[in-house]
């Protein structure tokens, strides 16, 4: 089974920051990897699909890229309704998320 | 509109069966695949398995032996199955639609493993 190592677990951002957010794949995933937002006592909603692909109605401050094992998400201004939990997703070789990134306001 | 909606016991006694229902509308379950996704509380996600739009099926290795999904595609229902549940099952439990241009989610549904 692919394992998906998220990082950081924990980030504490300024409004306007640049934010960065990594998963590491155990082996290729070919770029098929997703991102998505949780916000508390939500579900889950997807922002990037395969790597890049920003969904319809996402900000474009959201934006993905990687390639191989390795993957990141950028938020290019921090927005205070960014604040919420962000998961990767691989979906090359069945489904594996990744533990998740906590962000909040400093 | 997509929709997704989960159903099912809020708790489940250790060692018994958990049975979900996703019912689902704006579209076909022969055209679309469904997944099961849970959430114990304060933690990640799991992805649990799939019901592939042609009718088979695929698991996470780890709650395989555990775990069925089946379909009743006339009643655009997914059906979520589990035995042997411990309270490490305790979870928001998850179906969902995962296509290349969007991605929906279900409400969710709290399912809690006590005695």
């Known amino acids: 089974d692919i394992q998906m190592t998220q990082s950081p677990s924990f980030l504490s951002a300024t409004v306007g920051d640049r934010v960065t957010i990594n998963c590491k794949a155990s082996?290729?995933?070919?770029?098929?990897l997703n991102w998505y937002q949780q916000k508390l006592g939500e579900a889950p909603k997807r922002l990037i699909y395969n790597t890049n692909s920003l969904q319809t109605g996402i900000p474009s401050r959201f934006s993905g890229s990687g390639s191989g094992t390795d993957y990141t998400l950028t938020i290019s201004s921090l927005q205070p309704e960014d604040v919420a939990t962000y998961f990767c997703l691989q979906h090359n070789s069945g489904y594996t998320f990744g533990a998740g990134t906590k962000l909040e306001l400093k | 509109e997509v929709q997704l909606k989960e159903s099912g016991p809020g708790l489940v006694q250790p060692s018994q069966t958990l049975s979900l229902t996703c019912t689902v509308s704006?579209?076909?379950?022969?055209?679309?695949?469904v997944h099961w996704v849970r959430q114990p509380p304060g933690k990640g996600l799991e992805w649990m398995g799939v019901m592939w739009s042609g009718g088979s099926t695929a698991y996470n290795s780890a709650l395989k032996s555990r775990l069925s999904i089946s379909r009743d595609t006339s009643k655009s229902q997914v059906f979520l199955k589990m035995n042997s549940l411990q309270t490490e099952d305790t979870a928001i439990y998850y179906c969902?639609?995962?296509?290349?241009?969007?991605?929906?989610w279900g409400q969710g549904v709290m399912v809690t493993v006590s005695s």
């Open positions: 704006g579209f076909s379950l022969t055209d679309y695949s």
């Open positions: 969902t639609r995962e296509g290349y241009s969007a991605s929906y």
């Open positions: 082996q290729n995933i070919n770029k098929y």
